[in-house]
């Protein structure tokens, strides 16, 4: 394991990145290692009475480039916790504004067609394959995949939590949680930003009806499906009774039980399909958030821009002298001394609001330019996966209703061939 002293580095800065294909021939972490999640356990704190039970998760780190001096060339495993996935989610998303962080798989069972919790061994095998898709997303991401506290995570199973906390994240979470949840009004909101924002939101709404819909249509199909064991049932019963039909009865029989039987397989696909789903929709969330911050951007720069503008009106009206209603009625003016302090440390504070202003407006193109390039990243990838999964979705429901039709072809040749 290498030395936490001793973080990954990427062969080029992240502001090389000036457009969409630099991003995709940057270095990444992925290209050197293998990486996967291997078995999950479960576990248990506290006394025999009160325990608390959890599961944890066997990450397998393989370096895979023998030129990749960054990782130890052997095999390294270590143990994480879901908590602890949260945690440097949370911090990457703290610490990379600008980038649409990949999504943790669902941390409660939703979109579910039959009952089901956290501890349920389907639901903890589907975890663990969207926690190992976490980490690859991360992993083949060129900025994210070299920060040194998913480095860390990768290779230091003790000691690691105490480590991210004490980079203050936490605090930054919460006062982005503030943030975030004021109304931002804008003057001139970026049109750019409120069609994506506009977007994500839809995207949120569309995948979250399609994974409600398709949760009922299984729940309605599998009941369906399993009253056939009811046919297969009479079918048999039916068969003792008749001596010229009896074989035929009793193989229909048998054909409406694989009918029955088939919806589990199905089921079982259909949960791991979705979960591809479900995992843009959470992006979607992401996307959302990712506009959040550029709006806070904007709104800083427009702040800056306010308080300059005030400032040269007061700076305006201290050149003038007094012009409250004493001075008015009587004639009074400042002496020329007072204005001039007044104008100069106006005039101080012009230039640090200047300064303010500039900044803000750097900070905003910096974070436009890099948002611009990984929204074209996530609309590009995001185009390729719904594809590969909206197609493997119909796949499925060809292929179970080939298997349905084929089964009842099999039962009328079974009646037909009777006697």
Excluded at 114 to 119: L, M, Q
Excluded at 289 to 310: K, P, V
Aim: hydrophobic share 35%; glycine share 4%; charged share 30%.
């Amino acid at each position: 394991m290498s030395a936490p002293n001793s973080p990954a580095k990427p062969s080029r800065s992240p502001s090389d990145i000036e457009s969409l294909e630099d991003f995709e021939n940057m270095d990444t972490l992925l290209k050197h290692v293998d990486i996967s999640i291997v078995e999950s356990e479960k576990r248990a704190n506290g006394t025999l009475h009160v325990r608390d039970h959890y599961t944890v998760y066997l990450i397998d780190l393989k370096v895979t480039d023998p030129e990749y001096k960054t990782i130890q060339p052997k095999i390294n495993t270590l143990w994480r916790r879901y908590t602890e996935f949260e945690q440097i989610h949370d911090y990457l998303q703290i610490k990379y504004p600008h980038v649409v962080i990949p999504p943790l798989p669902e941390k409660r069972v939703l979109y579910a067609w039959h009952k089901s919790d956290t501890t349920d061994p389907e639901f903890v095998e589907r975890r663990r394959a969207g926690l190992e898709n976490f980490l690859l997303r991360v992993a083949s991401h060129p900025v994210l995949c070299f920060d040194d506290q998913f480095f860390t995570f990768l290779q230091q199973e003790h000691g690691w939590r105490e480590t991210i906390t004490d980079t203050g994240y936490l605090l930054q979470a919460e006062n982005k949680f503030k943030s975030l949840s004021l109304s931002i009004r804008l003057k001139k909101p970026n049109p750019e930003i409120e069609g994506i924002k506009h977007y994500g939101k839809q995207l949120e709404t569309n995948l979250g009806n399609f994974l409600y819909t398709r949760s009922k249509i299984i729940e309605k199909n599998f009941a369906l499906c399993k009253l056939h064991a009811n046919y297969g049932k009479l079918f048999s019963e039916w068969s003792v009774i008749e001596k010229e039909m009896g074989d035929g009865l009793q193989k229909a029989g048998h054909y409406f039980d694989s009918i029955a039987d088939s919806i589990d397989s199905v089921a079982e696909d259909e949960e791991q399909l979705a979960d591809q789903f479900k995992e843009y929709l959470f992006f979607a969330a992401a996307l959302q958030q990712l506009c959040s911050g550029h709006e806070a951007r904007q709104l800083a720069l427009e702040t800056a821009e306010d308080t300059l503008n005030n400032r040269i009106a007061e700076r305006k009206r201290a050149a003038a002298g007094k012009s409250g209603l004493m001075s008015r009625l009587f004639g009074t003016t400042d002496p020329d001394i007072v204005r001039d302090q007044a104008t100069r440390a106006l005039d101080a504070k012009i230039v640090q609001d200047q300064q303010a202003i500039d900044k803000a407006k750097m900070d905003l193109e910096d974070f436009t330019k890099k948002v611009s390039i990984e929204i074209e990243h996530f609309y590009k990838q995001k185009d390729k996966d719904l594809h590969e999964s909206l197609v493997g979705f119909i796949s499925l429901q060809v292929k179970a209703a080939k298997k349905n039709l084929q089964a009842w072809t099999q039962i009328k040749e079974c009646l037909q061939n009777m006697p």
